[in-house]
């Protein structure tokens, strides 16, 4: 009995000893592991955008007149050359005031006095020329008896052709006054209301679209007088956009023409495809947000993917743009989070028989998640993302989970 009760403490002595041993051991460190890998491999620079309409068609009044209510309203499909976008009508007379009312009616009754003379004066003309024409007549039969000389004849036919010349400059001289009295009354004339509700009559100007498309701007959807060169609506095509960004200078030198890019968070489901087209060889300078003055480039952007991708994408609407940089189709590469300076190197935590590695690596180009690595690794190792204060080298670690894409 005594025995059994020596044993018993003696195996109880071990398990506390034991107990005390594990507990005093140090326990690995929980981490999350991320693996190394090849794959394709952006670097991108982002920027806001706005959605431009390639071209744009500016309907132009081309007269000075009246502009009845628009036909068309923002949003209108209209066909080339059939669609009536507008319709101008002659201008109505300005009002006159007290002094120039008067004025036109003083030389309303001077110009009737004018025609008046005028008239005065082809009866005279008429009275004259009868009188001649009957003196040629008695002339010629002296002259056929022999009564009279040749040249008597001859000055009495002359007589006549001028009195008929001088019987056409008063009755042409009567037409003019009549035509500048006509032109001085339609000085008084004054301007009336038009009927809303009446149809355009002939004299006016109806205006078709320039190019099919659909109606973006409306300057103004009411009746109102127009001058020659007013702008009147604006006409694009919505299936030709083009992307406008501007970014900073330092990183408008990273891209060349032709260079990929992505839309993103344009309101619609998916990324649309884009590629740079154009670069400004100048810069501008604006003041950002925070009161720094930068210089900026404006780059556009040709939108690659088809009209059906982009539903919904109108003229003028704000977009995410992603320009791509440069790019490997076959690139080593971890997530930055794994990255850390040491000793003025980059450097990172290898897994190596569940200890933790410390190992100096190469690193090339970086985007916001992912770094390329040119030397220290090899594929399919395994590193510590965000290794903290308690990582160091040789320390016991057990993955808390193992990150395969190293953007993660």
Same mark, same amino acid.
């Given at each position: 009995?005594?025995?059994?009760?020596?044993?018993?403490?003696?195996?109880?002595?071990?398990?506390?000893?034991?107990? +005390? /041993?594990?507990?005093?051991?140090?326990?690995?460190?929980? *981490?999350?592991?991320?693996?190394?890998?090849?794959?394709?491999?952006?670097?991108?620079?982002?920027?806001?955008? !706005?959605?431009?309409?390639?071209?744009?068609?500016?309907?132009? %009044?081309?007269v000075t007149g009246n502009t009845l209510r628009s036909p068309v309203d923002?949003?209108?499909? !209209?066909?080339?050359? $059939?669609?009536? /976008?507008?319709?101008?009508?002659?201008? &109505?007379?300005?009002?006159?005031?007290?002094?120039? @009312?008067?004025?036109?009616?003083?030389?309303?009754?001077?110009?009737?006095?004018?025609?008046?003379?005028? &008239?005065?004066?082809?009866?005279?003309?008429?009275?004259?020329?009868?009188?001649?024409? *009957?003196?040629?007549?008695?002339?010629?039969?002296?002259?056929? @008896?022999?009564? *009279?000389?040749?040249?008597?004849?001859?000055?009495?036919?002359?007589?006549?052709?001028?009195?008929?010349?001088?019987?056409?400059?008063?009755?042409?001289?009567?037409?003019?006054?009549?035509?500048?009295?006509?032109?001085?009354?339609?000085?008084?004339?004054?301007?009336?209301?038009?009927?809303?509700?009446?149809?355009?009559?002939?004299?006016?100007?109806?205006?078709?679209?320039?190019?099919?498309?659909?109606?973006?701007? /409306?300057?103004? /959807?009411?009746?109102?007088?127009?001058?020659?060169?007013?702008?009147?609506?604006?006409?694009?095509?919505? $299936?030709?956009?083009?992307?406008?960004?501007?970014?900073? $200078?330092?990183?408008?030198?990273?891209?060349?023409?032709?260079?990929?890019?992505? !839309?993103?968070?344009?309101?619609?489901?998916?990324?649309?495809?884009?590629?740079?087209?154009?670069?400004?060889?100048?810069?501008?300078?604006?003041?950002?947000?925070?009161?720094?003055?930068?210089? @900026?480039?404006?780059?556009? +952007?040709?939108? +690659?993917?088809?009209? &059906?991708?982009?539903?919904?994408?109108?003229?003028?609407?704000?977009?995410?743009?992603?320009?791509?940089?440069?790019?490997?189709?076959?690139?080593?590469?971890?997530?930055?989070?794994?990255?850390?300076?040491?000793?003025? @190197?980059?450097? !990172?935590?290898?897994?190596?028989?569940?200890?933790? %590695?410390?190992?100096?690596?190469?690193?090339?180009?970086?985007?916001?998640?992912?770094? &390329?690595?040119?030397?220290?690794?090899?594929?399919?190792?395994?590193?510590?993302?965000?290794?903290?204060?308690?990582?160091? $080298?040789? *320390?016991?670690?057990?993955?808390?989970?193992?990150?395969?894409?190293?953007?993660?």
């Amino acid at each position: 009995m005594r025995m059994l009760r020596i044993i018993a403490g003696i195996s109880l002595a071990a398990i506390l000893l034991g107990t +005390l /041993v594990w507990a005093l051991l140090p326990k690995p460190v929980l *981490v999350d592991l991320s693996e190394a890998r090849r794959g394709p491999m952006e670097v991108t620079v982002a920027g806001e955008g !706005v959605t431009k309409v390639r071209e744009k068609w500016a309907v132009i %009044a081309p007269v000075t007149g009246n502009t009845l209510r628009s036909p068309v309203d923002v949003g209108d499909q !209209v066909a080339k050359g $059939s669609t009536v /976008v507008a319709v101008i009508q002659p201008g &109505e007379p300005a009002f006159l005031d007290a002094r120039a @009312r008067r004025l036109a009616e003083v030389s309303v009754e001077e110009a009737a006095a004018a025609v008046r003379l005028a &008239e005065a004066n082809l009866t005279r003309s008429d009275a004259e020329l009868a009188h001649i024409e *009957v003196e040629l007549e008695r002339t010629q039969i002296l002259a056929k @008896r022999g009564t *009279v000389s040749v040249t008597m004849l001859e000055d009495a036919e002359q007589s006549a052709i001028t009195a008929r010349a001088e019987r056409d400059v008063a009755l042409y001289e009567l037409e003019q006054r009549k035509a500048t009295k006509v032109r001085m009354e339609a000085q008084l004339s004054a301007p009336t209301m038009p009927d809303p509700d009446s149809e355009p009559g002939e004299c006016c100007l109806r205006i078709t679209a320039p190019q099919d498309g659909i109606v973006l701007d /409306v300057v103004d /959807v009411n009746a109102r007088l127009v001058e020659a060169g007013t702008a009147l609506l604006t006409i694009g095509d919505l $299936s030709d956009l083009e992307i406008e960004v501007d970014l900073l $200078s330092t990183d408008a030198v990273e891209i060349e023409s032709g260079a990929g890019a992505y !839309v993103e968070r344009w309101g619609g489901k998916g990324v649309i495809k884009a590629q740079v087209r154009r670069i400004d060889p100048s810069a501008f300078a604006r003041v950002s947000a925070l009161g720094i003055e930068e210089q @900026r480039v404006r780059l556009l +952007l040709d939108i +690659l993917s088809p009209p &059906e991708q982009r539903q919904g994408l109108g003229d003028q609407y704000r977009v995410f743009v992603r320009i791509v940089t440069w790019a490997g189709e076959d690139v080593l590469q971890i997530s930055q989070s794994a990255l850390f300076r040491h000793a003025e @190197r980059w450097a !990172v935590f290898v897994e190596e028989d569940g200890r933790a %590695a410390l190992r100096y690596v190469e690193v090339g180009h970086m985007t916001g998640d992912t770094a &390329e690595v040119m030397e220290g690794l090899v594929p399919g190792e395994r590193v510590i993302a965000y290794p903290g204060a308690a990582i160091h $080298s040789g *320390v016991k670690i057990e993955p808390r989970a193992l990150s395969e894409d190293p953007g993660d």
